[in-house]
């Protein structure tokens, strides 16, 4: 009897933790090593759409909490995109440098097709369009592969392009002039986005400093440097929270913003690509006591997303770009709108969010009492 009600305690603890999701599936194929899980949280907008990242986590519980942690966000990005999906997202537990075979992406892609168009998935960290093109030879439901196989291409080009346009939005707030030049900028990680970002700011011969756990990056974004004739200089991972700058950019992990990095942060504002830069609810207070402006990440990253998004209507590039040219006018309306109440921007942000799911639901309730499909993507 003892031992029923501990199994009892524990089914009800994972019910507990997936109790905001609407679905969540763990995915096991051992004849291609596939541990994978997806997790979807909110289909009011649409079909789940989020991508699937691999990563080596020590266990279950650890890649079960990321999955969770990361849909809830896909789902506040995709209302404040105003695209027509909901929040979803994947995890494969792996080392994406030894364990990623075609096989385990075939694998994946049945699992995501048994899903009948509920998830639509790509690329996230540890995990590339190639491995993508393998899993859509099993399902159409699969978002950012290559051009050439039909997709929209690389993701981290409007993603680069959104965070411009946060930038400028931060600069037209803290400045009343949207110029990026004659500011210093802290950028932690040079991958694709961080890279393409450093790239523009050198153009404008901007100072920059930045850290990665790549040293060739470094030495790359150092020559690139040189040829415009601007500054980069390369401090350790520990130390870029304390340079002198005027914006902190951080474009690598997630919960780098905690009680302990907050208050050596020596910058006016923060706008970075990375998810999920908050560790807890309460460093969005931390900032704002600091007067330190957030640009939420799931405003500031969402250029990535609204090109996949775009591709369920026939790629185009210049629909994506006007699309992403309005997270300038969502960061100033969300700074404006945290200023008035006195609150957080992340909550000015989830205020935003909310309305969009409120009006959509009520939209919903108009097509079931109709009988009319709540989708109807054609693939």
């Known amino acids: 009897m003892k031992q029923l009600e501990q199994f009892n305690a524990k089914e009800v603890d994972m019910f507990q933790k997936i ?45 079960l909490e990321d999955v969770l942690r990361l849909s809830e966000g896909m789902t506040a990005k995709c209302a404040a995109s105003d695209v027509d999906f909901g929040g979803g997202k994947a995890v494969i537990i792996g080392d994406p440098q030894k364990d990623k075979s075609p096989a385990m992406f075939r694998s994946f892609g049945q699992f995501v097709n048994s899903l009948n168009g509920r998830f639509y998935t790509g690329t996230d960290m540890g995990t590339t369009m190639d491995d993508f093109v393998h899993a859509s030879k099993e399902t159409n439901f699969i978002n950012g592969i290559p051009e050439e196989f039909g997709g929209s291409g690389d ?43 450093a790239e523009h700011l050198l ?81 969005a207070e931390r900032l704002r006591e600091r007067e330190i402006m957030y640009a939420p990440d799931f405003i500031v990253n969402a250029g990535g997303l609204i090109q996949v998004a775009d591709e369920l209507y026939g790629s185009n590039k210049e629909r994506v770009l006007v699309k992403t040219k309005s ?53």
């Not at 011969?205 to 060739?216: A, F, Q, R």
């Not at 989830?350 to 009520?362: F, I, T, V, Y």
Request: proline share 3%; aromatic share 8%.
């Open 19 to 63: 109790s905001s999701h609407e679905q969540v599936i763990f995915c096991n194929d051992p004849s291609t090593n596939l541990q994978a899980i997806i997790a979807i949280h909110n289909t009011t907008l649409g079909p789940a759409l989020g991508g699937t990242r691999m990563y080596p986590y020590t266990d279950v519980s650890e890649a």
């Open 155 to 197: 993701t981290s080009i409007p993603t680069a392009q959104g965070m411009i346009y946060a930038l400028k939005a931060t600069c037209q707030f803290l400045y009343r002039n949207d110029d990026l030049s004659g500011k210093r900028y802290a950028i932690q990680g040079l991958g694709k986005v961080g890279t393409r970002i």
């Open 203 to 283: 153009q404008l011969g901007t100072e920059l400093y930045v850290t990665d756990i790549n040293e060739k990056r470094i030495d790359d974004i150092k020559e690139k440097a040189k040829v415009a004739g601007a500054s980069v200089i390369a401090v350790d991972s520990r130390d870029i929270y304390t340079v002198d700058a005027d914006i902190f950019v951080p474009c690598a992990m997630g919960g780098i913003l905690n009680e302990r990095t907050i208050p050596q942060l020596n910058v006016k504002a923060v706008v970075g690509s990375a998810n999920n830069q908050l560790a807890s609810k309460l460093d």
């Open 327 to 379: 997270i300038y006018n969502s960061v100033l309306d969300i700074y404006k709108q945290a200023r008035l109440e006195n609150i957080t921007t992340i909550e000015a942000a989830n205020k935003k969010c909310q309305r969009q799911l409120q009006e959509q639901h009520k939209r919903n309730n108009f097509y079931v009492r109709n009988q009319r499909p709540k989708w109807d993507f054609k693939r």
